[in-house]
């Protein structure tokens, strides 16, 4: 069980490579989709089968792996938003920046003390790496869109590290939490078709007349 | 004596006798993916063949460096090929950091290859050089850190070790890294080679070409040990994935040998669908993917270290 | 009894929204603002005198600090609601629908966080007063407001996920401990003098980031101006006083966490330097600020640094905080409801346009001038009995560094707020925009008065039985187990 999990978890870690490197919006969306697909597979492999892991994942299939990226894609199509990504720097400096914080990640976990189950497992670096790289997104792009998608993989992240404890979380408040994601999203994107109207463009660079 | 003896001859015949048929099996896989018939299987041999029996036309405006480019371009594989198991072959000439002298040897034929495209004085060649050079610098890193991984997984500085039945062993404690490592070690074998997506074997531009571009100028004999040698690189780097893929021996001389050969046409069939399925990069992009592969290797050693 | 009380003061907000949402007409629809918010206010007191209460398995319930901050939010909603009747009308042509079915819910995703005492539910609840909050700022409908708003859903939304990472890390604390996983709060309150050290403290900096976060502690209070300056004068007024309370009752939740786990230093440390740092950047941006609504946003940064001096104190500064957290969100609810009447008549929140309010508007001028002189701790209003009490707090244990700080940073803002307000308040008026239309009416300035002689009285004399509220919430806050 573990392995796969952790197999699963790198490539969690190769999506958020991806991620920082490529220049279109659609594979920054696809990939959201695909990590949110991915990591819904998480609770089942870490817990076995349960009707409480049976239903987390399922939800967390239907919100992030389809329909936050369909509300992504839906908007990018309405608002026509250019496919370009359009960094505030460098794809390479992002990618390495990206490399260093799950270095980091890595290493830091390490020194944390965990419980004998999971000191073979790579929930808690991954989880801080993807941490790490939605942030990275959300400080490095310029388009509102890519925030978004940067709050998401942040998201992930902390989803990820709540693998470990679902005891903790009861359903329903699993629940809530995964309808708040969702109707952020929502609000997220009815703000973006805003932004376009008023600015007739989505990049945030834009967003600049309210400052000291 | 016999215990040298053989593998050396083993290598050599594979090398020298299979080389070709790669690019062979790639034009092939290309060719159905697009619905031709595409050329034999052995072209490459065909046109190896026909080059050596051609006179050379050699420009005015060059030196000897011009002669020697085509000479390291062939004798460097070879020397290379020596270092390295072929699946379960042993390698025939195994020293402590041999792996460094592995890297450098293709520095050694690049050096000379890019020298002698500079010294026709042309300017498309100078570029294509120029070109070859940055992405070739930008790829050995990644070979240092896959190797620095498999050194350390082994606990051997020499190639057969790294390479060697330790390997097997490794796939079952660190099955992430060398996966990582595996897919990075492809990449630079497609750089190194010039294949999509960094390069297009096949256009004959020269604003897109890299290698092809450099050695425009040469012709007859030069041309066919520029060819054979780029083939055997190929076969070289090839085996390196190949060998990272199939650790395995099956303890029959015969079979490891087919399992090999399998193992190298396999991969043929698979750069000849990366071939037919991506578009080449953008220049641009290239470095782009390369630090991508650098990082990625580096990310592997992490994840050994830890 | 005690179940159906909870769920009613629940359910009451939340049915609110629903029925704004389903009622048609926008001329009746604002009407259900003040009678919830009057509802609402009626079922605190009742709450309140009940004592403390618990419903669902202990994952909502009423302790001193929700009684609090219950009485904050419920107090500062009702006198906005009275107000909003006069701002809708004024806004008739807008349409109003989604503006009061989200002032309900936000109501109730507020009611729900302080009654909460589950650390997932608080975080969802926190997490819903962002996202009911986000329309209501983004009702103007311009290029600025969408800026604001834009920022703060994001910021904010980031902020929070961080506080969610800070609690599972609590949680893990809990398994390495071998203890009882569980994100209920009276159980870690139990278990936590086991939890395993590393991952409580990471835990507490992720939580502390996270609801500083939404509180507007500087350096993370970047979205604050631009949110409190282009949101409605009533919705400011809603965040910098209540949205502000729920966001301070994480930190002080995460508090009695590390109390309870004998790691208070470190948490009361890591206070004292937020509130620090906050007061030095609202000194720094009030001093010369061109615009009186972003003004009080910085000044809001101010004061949130205060409470969390007074918390990082300990003694008596902690009850003084309590007091503080209460009258700095009625002094925010009068100075941000008359500033958008200012607002209104000029057309302009700039300084350089608005002059000689006093004359145009006079009552909304003097409401926003004695706002002005309670919210910087000036005798007889309220708050200067807080600050009061704070710097007596700082003094009496030794702190002199700090206590000389705090003043020196409360005379800047002092000089630095009063050149704004009073440049806005007199001089000659100044004719050519905004409404000439607009005259003051009893709904627009009947609040914020309201409010203001609340302060003014609480100022004068505190009743023993509003003043044990405020000392059973400090009294929770220096448990020691």
Not at chain 1, 21 to 37: E, F, K, Y
Not at chain 2, 79 to 100: K, M, N, V, W
Not at chain 3, 141 to 169: D, H, P, Q
Request: net charge positive; aromatic share 12%; glycine share 8%.
């Amino acid at each position: 069980m573990n392995n796969t999990a952790n197999l699963l978890l790198l490539l969690v870690v190769l999506l958020n490579f991806f991620l920082l490197g490529t220049s279109r919006l659609g594979s920054n969306i696809r990939t959201v989709a695909i990590q949110g697909g991915l990591i819904s597979l998480l609770p089942l492999l870490a817990h076995g089968l349960s009707s409480h892991t049976l239903f987390l994942a399922v939800a967390a299939f239907l919100f992030k792996g389809i329909a936050i990226p369909y509300l992504l894609f839906r908007a990018v199509r309405q608002v026509h938003i250019s496919r370009e990504v359009e960094p505030l720097f460098g794809y390479v400096p992002t990618l390495i920046l990206g490399t260093l914080a799950t270095a980091a990640s890595f290493i830091f976990s390490d020194r944390l003390p965990m419980i004998a189950e999971h000191s073979q497992t790579l929930f808690v670096p991954v989880g801080l790496a993807t941490l790490a790289t939605g942030f990275l997104l959300l400080i490095t792009r310029r388009k509102a869109i890519i925030q978004v998608v940067g709050y998401l993989i942040f998201e992930n992240g902390i989803f990820i590290f709540g693998m470990l404890l679902t005891e903790a979380m009861p359903l329903m408040v699993e629940a809530l939490v995964l309808l708040d994601l969702l109707v952020a999203v929502f609000i997220m994107v009815i703000v973006m078709h805003q932004i376009k109207r008023e600015f007739s463009t989505i990049n945030i660079d834009q967003l600049t007349s309210l400052k000291e | 004596m016999k215990t040298i003896l053989l593998p050396l001859f083993l290598h050599l015949l594979l090398l020298f006798t299979l080389s070709p048929l790669l690019a062979g099996v790639i034009g092939k896989t290309k060719a159905l993916f697009a619905g031709r018939t595409g050329p034999p299987f052995l072209q490459l041999y065909f046109d190896i063949w026909k080059l050596f029996g051609k006179k050379m036309v050699i420009s005015r405006t060059t030196t000897w460096i011009f002669r020697v480019g085509p000479v390291t371009g062939l004798v460097v594989p070879v020397l290379a090929a020596l270092l390295i198991p072929f699946g379960s072959i042993g390698a025939p000439l195994s020293f402590t950091g041999d792996l460094i002298f592995f890297v450098y040897l293709f520095g050694l034929s690049r050096f000379f290859i890019a020298s002698s495209a500079l010294d026709t004085g042309s300017p498309f060649e100078g570029m294509g050089a120029v070109r070859e050079v940055t992405y070739s610098c930008l790829a050995e890193p990644t070979i240092f850190f896959a190797f620095i991984v498999l050194a350390r997984l082994s606990g051997s500085l020499s190639l057969d070790a790294m390479f060697g039945q330790t390997l097997v062993a490794s796939w079952h404690s660190a099955a992430p890294s060398l996966l990582l490592i595996l897919v990075c070690l492809f990449l630079v074998t497609l750089v190194e080679n010039c294949r999509i997506p960094f390069d297009d074997p096949n256009t004959h531009l020269e604003l897109t070409m890299i290698h092809e571009v450099m050695v425009l100028d040469h012709s007859g004999p030069d041309f066919g040990m520029i060819l054979y040698g780029a083939a055997m690189k190929l076969f070289v780097l090839g085996a390196l994935v190949v060998g990272l893929f199939l650790p395995g021996t099956t303890g029959n001389m015969a079979l490891d040998i087919l399992l090999f050969i399998g193992g190298m046409l396999l991969l043929a069939v698979v750069i000849g669908v990366v071939e037919s399925t991506m578009a080449r990069l953008r220049l641009l992009r290239i470095p782009q993917l390369l630090v991508g592969a650098i990082l990625l290797s580096f990310f592997s050693l992490i994840l050994l270290l830890r | 009894m005690e179940n159906n009380l909870i769920a009613l003061i629940l359910l009451l907000p939340f049915s609110g929204s629903l029925l704004a949402l389903i009622l048609p007409s926008n001329r009746f629809r604002p009407w259900l603002l003040p009678i919830f918010g009057t509802l609402h206010l009626v079922l605190t007191f009742i709450v309140i005198q009940a004592g403390p209460l618990s419903a669902a398995n202990g994952w909502l319930g009423v302790d001193p600090l929700s009684r609090l901050v219950l009485l904050i939010i419920s107090l500062l909603f009702c006198g906005c609601s009275f107000y909003a009747l006069g701002y809708l009308r004024y806004r008739i042509s807008w349409g109003n629908r989604v503006f009061v079915s989200c002032l309900l819910l936000f109501l109730a995703s507020m009611t729900l966080a302080a009654i909460s005492r589950h650390l997932g539910i608080l975080w969802v609840a926190v997490e819903t007063t962002t996202l009911a909050s986000a329309p209501l700022i983004y009702y103007n409908r311009n290029r600025l407001s969408i800026e604001a708003t834009w920022k703060y859903l994001l910021l904010s939304s980031v902020g929070i996920a961080l506080a969610m990472l800070g609690m599972f890390f609590i949680a893990y604390a809990a398994l390495v401990a071998g203890g009882q996983v569980s994100l209920q709060f009276d159980d870690i309150l139990q278990g936590a003098a086991t939890y395993s050290r590393p991952w409580l403290k990471a835990g507490f900096i992720f939580l502390l980031v996270g609801f500083g976060t939404k509180v507007g502690f500087a350096p993370l209070h970047t979205w604050k101006p631009d949110a409190y300056g282009e949101a409605p004068g009533i919705v400011g007024a809603l965040l910098a006083g209540g949205l502000t309370s729920v966001a301070f009752l994480g930190l002080l939740r995460t508090l009695q966490i590390m109390d309870a786990a004998s790691e208070a230093a470190m948490a009361r440390e890591a206070f004292l330097a937020l509130g620090l740092i906050s007061m030095a950047f609202a000194a720094a941006f009030m001093v010369r600020q061109p615009d009186f609504k972003r003004m009080l946003a910085y000044s809001s940064v101010e004061h949130m640094g205060i409470i969390a001096i007074g918390i990082s104190m300990g003694g008596i500064a902690t009850y003084g905080a309590m007091l503080h957290l209460m009258y700095n969100a009625m002094t925010k609810g009068v100075l941000f409801l008359s500033a958008a009447n200012i607002h209104r008549r000029f057309g302009s929140k700039k300084v350089d346009d608005v002059r000689g309010a006093i004359t145009l508007v006079p009552l909304s001028s003097l409401l926003f001038l004695l706002g002005f002189i309670a919210i910087t701790g000036s005798p007889p209003f309220a708050p200067f009995i807080s600050e009061f009490t704070i710097l007596q707090g700082i003094f009496s244990t030794g702190h002199y560094i700090t206590g000389g700080l705090f003043l020196f940073f409360l005379a800047v803002i002092f000089i630095g707020m009063g050149t704004t307000v009073l440049s806005v308040v007199f001089g000659t008026p100044s004719e050519n925009a905004g409404d000439k239309d607009y005259r003051e009416t009893f709904t627009t300035t009947g609040a914020p008065l309201i409010m203001l002689l609340i302060l003014l009285v609480l100022g004068l004399y505190l009743p023993d039985s509003v003043r044990h509220i405020f000392i059973d919430a400090a009294a929770l806050l220096e448990v020691r187990p």
